[in-house]
């Protein structure tokens, strides 16, 4: 069984199923400007058939810039745009794990989540599929409350200012209880070359000992990395 505390994981978009559990980077898709469009999900030409795949890493110590204390897991999350309707396109949602599943997973570990992905007003937000339940939000391990699916949404237009860095499992941006907006460039991963990239820290709750989250994404490559993580502890969950 896996023993560990809360932790930190940000999403890694891949296309391997086996990866390293190490620090080092495992290897990953390789390419000039960014992963390929064909194949990959993309909030701004979204389509049936598109599949993202994404590993965890577990780090700790979020509030402080002393430390780099993270690992990669092994598991991995699969979204795949199964269908589109006049709600969106319909995201299935499945976790892939070897061995015992890690605790932040939750109880339904071996359940596949099924919600809308939908753009309006260059805007990105993760919809429930309509059902009995009164229940607003759907289920995600990525899309979270408080970002994807709230009254903001993903803004997917390009952020220009300021500019941060991604520091390991971290954004170079100081500690802080609050919402802020962002921007990354030059970024690589996995010997990957992104293109500029939106970074949303959304921190507001933890002046309530909420959660925060962090998002770096962009309209052309969908999500590259996502955290959640809690005040008390300093450490979360994500992808």
């Known amino acids: 069984m896996k023993h560990i505390r809360s932790f930190l994981l940000f999403a890694i978009p891949v296309a391997l199923f086996v990866f390293s559990c190490r620090k080092e980077n495992p290897p990953g898709p390789t390419g000039p400007t960014g992963p390929p469009a064909a194949g990959l999900i993309r909030f701004d030409s979204m389509a049936v058939g598109q599949i993202s795949k994404y590993i965890g890493l577990t780090g700790e110590d979020y509030y402080t810039s002393n430390n780099d204390n993270y690992q990669y897991v092994d598991d991995t999350l699969v979204l795949e745009i199964v269908a589109q309707d006049a709600n969106g396109f319909l995201v299935a949602e499945s976790l892939h794990y070897v061995g015992d599943v890690y605790p932040w997973i ?134």
């Open 106 to 239: 939750g109880e339904h570990p071996d359940s596949v989540y099924h919600y809308y992905l939908e753009v309006k007003d260059d805007t990105l937000k993760a919809k429930k599929v309509p059902s009995p339940s009164q229940w607003p939000y759907p289920d995600s391990r990525i899309f979270s409350f408080r970002t994807a699916m709230n009254d903001g949404g993903l803004p997917l237009a390009q952020i220009t200012s300021p500019k941060v860095d991604i520091l390991g499992w971290k954004t170079s941006l100081g500690y802080c209880e609050c919402r802020r907006e962002a921007y990354t460039e030059d970024y690589t991963l996995f010997g990957v070359d992104y293109p500029p990239l939106n970074v949303i820290v959304e921190n507001s709750a933890m002046a309530f000992d909420g959660n925060g989250e962090t998002y770096v994404y962009s309209k052309e490559t969908g999500v590259v990395r996502f955290s959640t993580y809690g005040w008390w502890t300093q450490s979360g969950y994500g992808w």
